[in-house]
């Protein structure tokens, strides 16, 4: 069974950085695809960041493009998310997900659009103030 912790979250103002840590244990498949994402109050929970881990391709979304930035430590089975220049839209509930049990294909495909993540970690909390 997979399981997904995370930490590195906390309080920051505009323009610093936080670094998040996902420590995934159960999880051996070099093929999948993890993943972080975000639900602030009041809004639909949104993907941020992916990592297809066999070609280690990066997907982000817009609104992170050039700030947030994925790795991965596999030895450590270790995911990160490098988060710069926040802004208080940043503000939310940080998740690591993993998308486990497709084809290679459907991996991809899912790891591209934040769609099919099946495996949750409990979430770190991100406050950023203006």
């Known amino acids: 069974q997979v399981q997904l912790v995370e930490s590195g979250g906390g309080s920051v103002q505009a323009g610093g950085s936080l670094r998040l840590a996902c420590a995934a244990s159960?999880?051996?498949?070099?093929?999948?695809?993890m993943g972080w994402f975000r639900q602030a109050p009041g809004k639909e929970r949104e993907g941020v960041a992916s990592?297809?881990?066999?070609?280690?391709?990066?997907y982000y979304a817009d609104s992170v493009k050039g700030r947030f930035t994925i790795s991965q430590d596999n030895e450590k089975n270790t995911l990160y998310l490098q988060m710069d220049n926040l802004n208080p839209e940043d503000t939310a509930m940080y998740y690591c997900?993993?998308?486990?049990?497709?084809?290679?294909?459907?991996?991809?495909?899912?790891?591209?659009?934040?769609?099919?993540?099946?495996?949750w970690g409990q979430g770190t909390q991100v406050t950023v103030s203006s």
């Open positions: 990592v297809y881990r066999g070609s280690g391709s990066t």
């Open positions: 159960g999880y051996t498949d070099s093929r999948g695809c």
């Open positions: 997900a993993a998308l486990l049990g497709r084809s290679s294909w459907g991996t991809l495909v899912g790891c591209r659009d934040f769609n099919g993540f099946n495996s």
